[in-house]
């Protein structure tokens, strides 16, 4: 249970509604997706923006679009991107050549 206190004025979270319980005035449920506030004490009363029990306070969205996968190719990137994740040149290092039997 999370209170926010705002002056005099205390708002309580109840997380998920729950036709059991009794909720006092001032209290948050989250409902198919939205967030109701109790105007008074209430139970039992299903949230909607009614005005006597509840009101909303933040509605579901709607479903966005489904976005890509995530996934990117080097050459998808632009130059400036490909530079980006270009790092500072290392070391020559050495270099291993096996003899080989004739």
Not at 58 to 81: I, P, R, W, Y
Not at 88 to 101: A, S, T
Request: proline share 2%; hydrophobic share 25%; net charge neutral.
């Amino acid at each position: 249970m999370n209170k926010i206190r705002i002056g005099k004025v205390a708002i309580t979270h109840e997380g998920i509604y729950d036709d059991k319980k009794t909720y006092e005035v001032n209290t948050c449920v989250s409902y198919n997706g939205s967030t109701y506030i109790s105007l008074k004490q209430v139970k039992n009363v299903i949230p909607s923006n009614d005005g006597v029990y509840w009101r909303l306070m933040a509605s579901k969205g709607d479903k966005g679009e489904k976005g890509n996968d995530g996934s990117v190719s080097f050459n998808s990137l632009t130059e400036s991107q490909k530079k980006q994740l270009k790092g500072e040149k290392g070391n020559d290092g050495y270099y291993f050549i096996p003899e080989m039997d004739e």
